[in-house]
């Protein structure tokens, strides 16, 4: 697998990828079931979206300053897990069902605290590949 893409390699390693996003994604959508039994509601949506784009900021960023991950483990991470452990279909209901304050107040905090969050991973994949600035 040397470019860890749907749409290059041989039939394989594109099977491969799949694969890898797939087992990402169940383990992601377990992790998920599991933290909303911890945490029910809002506040259990709210742990897995901040969790989740704080893990994709870093796993992201980390390529652009390391490159320490393959593309299969970043498909696998980001593709496959995070998505699958994160939540915006779920965000949107139960806010839609929520009082009107309770509502703005988890699209303000889903939403600030999860860019928040994405600075945060850059800001630990730039400590972790030593400083580099962007």
């Known amino acids: 697998m040397s470019t860890g893409t749907l749409t290059s390699g041989t039939l394989l390693s594109r099977l491969e990828v799949v694969a890898l996003i797939a087992l990402g994604g169940f383990a992601g959508a377990n992790c998920r079931h599991i933290a909303g039994l911890l945490l029910p509601g809002l506040g259990g949506t709210l742990l897995a979206n901040v969790c989740g784009a704080f893990l994709l900021g870093f796993v992201l960023y980390e ?13 696998a991470v980001s593709t496959g ?6 939540t915006y279909s779920t965000f949107a209901v139960q806010s839609a069902q929520s009082e009107p ?22 800001a630990l994949a730039r400590r972790v590949a030593g ?3 962007a």
């Not at 897990?81 to 994160?86: I, V």
Request: proline residues 2%; hydrophobic residues 50%.
């Open 101 to 122: 304050l309770v509502l703005v107040g988890n699209v303000v905090a889903n939403y600030a605290l999860g860019f928040a969050a994405v600075l945060a991973g850059r």
């Open 81 to 86: 897990f995070l998505s699958s452990f994160t």
């Open 63 to 75: 390529s652009i300053y390391a490159g320490s991950l393959s593309p299969e483990t970043r498909l």
């Open 131 to 133: 400083g580099v600035s």
